[in-house]
């Protein structure tokens, strides 16, 4: 199961939380939800330690974490 | 597996009309996991302002009262007093809260009314366009300040925060700001305390959030992080200026 979660249709594509990842597995895709804007996404959950910083940097409550 | 992060209770599911990367929306949520936190969902009412946040009660899921432009701590005040056991929180803008809304701020806290205001701090108006306010910075441009907010024509920015720590009924003032995570868990920490804060009935309190508006301020939201960390924290220093039990001015 995946450990990081994205909600894609409520991403704005603000890049914030690809910034505050510290295995840097954060980053966006080249899917576009259907307002028009390119989501944020992670490919590699195996890298993911569930330190949930991507989630709250989010302002749009796109992310839950899991562990 | 279990979940560790999810939407707060006390946030609506619908989607925010904010810009992307707006702060706004870390605030909302902040206070939302402080209001599930508290467990006080169904006995808070919170009291939006006139600004881009003025949907704030499409996004609470709790009562919600909106107010005229600054007047949110007035009509805060009364819905305290008639209903003294609800938990009460303004949400306002700097536009709002430092500008139109300075006598009723003042009043409030010097009052000691047993309130808690989030004050959000994005140096200009961002509904209207991007407007000059009171909180805008020195050689700061705006639509309004064109070639950069001059002391001698525009006068000098307002540290509010400031003048309501001096007030006596005012018991916990902070700044905080949400630019990194560290600081999003202090400001997380802050709004806690002063909610907290009101439910003691010690007195009135105010968290002022250093905020961000990518829109107006021409930047991305990630240059806009970068921004207030290295323009608005030095004129506008974080800390707790006041705390019930006496500490304070750090």
Known sequence: M???????????????????????????????????????????QEMCTSCTLCARTCPDVVISVYR | MKQLFGPPRALQERPTHYCPGCTHGIIHRLIAEVIDELGVQEKTIGIAPVGCSVFAYDYFNVDMQQAAHGRAPAVATGIKRVLPDRVVFAYQGDGDLASIGAAEIIHAASRG??????????????????QMAPTTLLTQKTTT?????????????????????????????????????????????????????????????????????????????????????ENMIPFYPLGVLKAPGGEGMK
């Not at chain 2, 009314?113 to 366009?129: A, H, Q, S």
């Not at chain 2, 002022?208 to 021409?218: A, D, F, I, K, M």
């Open chain 2, 145 to 229: 300040s064109p070639l950069g907010r001059k002391e001698g024509q525009h006068g000098f920015p307002l540290k509010i925060t400031e003048m309501l720590a001096l007030a006596a009924g005012a018991a916990y003032v902070a700044r905080v700001s949400v630019h990194n995570p560290t600081h999003i868990a202090r400001t997380r920490k802050s709004i806690l305390e002063a909610f907290k804060t009101q439910i003691a009935g010690r007195g009135f309190s105010i968290v002022e959030v250093l905020s961000t508006c990518p829109t107006n301020w021409g930047l991305s939201p990630l240059e806009s992080l970068k921004w207030l960390e």
């Open chain 2, 113 to 130: 009314e047993k309130i808690t205001v989030i004050f959000v701090n994005n140096t200009l108006y961002g509904m209207t366009g991007g």
């Open chain 1, 2 to 44: 995946e450990r990081v979660v994205f909600d894609e249709e409520r991403c704005k594509g603000c890049e914030l939380c690809t910034a505050v990842c510290p295995q840097k597995i954060v980053h966006m895709s080249d899917r576009f939800n259907s307002k028009g804007y390119r989501v944020a996404t992670v490919t590699d």
